[in-house]
């Protein structure tokens, strides 16, 4: 599976958007990019995931750029509960294909 | 939608003591679910799949003798941490994904173990 890239930490004022972005340039043509986020001591939560096209549901916003060696999570509106650790994932088929998690990116949403 | 549910949430136990943590897909059927293991202000690292009716498949660098992983029933997964010391103490969390969903379905995560060997 593709390595990502992200960076290590980011803020964001509550009720703007955050914008987090994620490198996977070596992702390769069969493979989803899928955002988890870990909110202190409880299990990762599914957030958004897409090929190709930019995704949008209730959560947030997916956009990949056209290469699709990057992408973008977006929170619209951000509140104080948002602030959570967000992993960007690439991930193979298959019901058997690992999640393999990198260090994520530590938000910080401030009032 | 889909629900993982790990138990216990938290457990304290003796060195030299083994301790079993149970993860439940509670309404859909998983034939795969994944052992992670996660140390502070540290990220999740894959320790096992778990197949149903089959052994698991553990990553390099974990021991299968001692994080036994039994997959009875394509709902439930258990993790044994045998003989446990205070280094195994971490927040330990299993994900599944849905059998009867699309390819692409994302991995659905219980909410953690907390484990903590004195």
């Known amino acids: 599976d593709a390595k990502t890239t992200q960076p290590p930490s980011m803020d964001c004022a509550e009720g703007r958007a955050a914008n987090l972005p994620c490198n996977h340039s070596t992702i390769s043509g069969n493979e989803y990019v899928y955002w988890y986020r870990q909110i202190h001591s409880q299990g990762p939560q599914y957030i958004i995931h897409g090929l190709k096209n930019n995704e949008t549901n209730e959560m947030a916003s997916l956009i990949i750029t056209e290469d699709r060696k990057s992408s973008t999570l977006i929170l619209p509106h951000a509140t104080l509960r948002d602030t959570a650790v967000y992993y960007c994932?690439?991930?193979?088929?298959?019901?058997?294909?690992?999640?393999?998690f990198g260090s994520g990116t530590r938000l910080s949403i401030r009032p | 939608g889909a629900v993982v549910s790990q138990h216990p949430s938290r457990v304290i136990c003796k060195s030299g003591t083994s301790v079993k943590i149970e993860c439940r897909s509670l309404?859909?059927?998983?034939?795969?679910m994944f052992w992670y293991r996660q140390f502070p202000k540290q990220s999740l690292m894959l320790m096992a799949t778990s197949n149903e009716g089959s052994k698991a498949t553990y990553e390099q660098g974990v021991e299968k003798d001692k994080f036994l992983i039994n997959h009875a029933s394509l709902t439930l997964s258990t993790l044994t941490v045998t003989s446990a010391h205070p280094e195994d103490s971490s927040f330990y969390i299993c994900?599944?994904?849905?059998?009867?969903?699309?390819?692409?379905?994302?991995?659905?995560f219980g909410n953690g173990t907390r484990l903590t060997v004195t």
């Open positions: 994900s599944a994904r849905d059998g009867g969903a699309q390819y692409n379905s994302p991995l659905h």
């Open positions: 994932i690439v991930k193979g088929l298959g019901g058997a294909s690992k999640i393999i």
């Open positions: 309404d859909f059927q998983a034939t795969t």
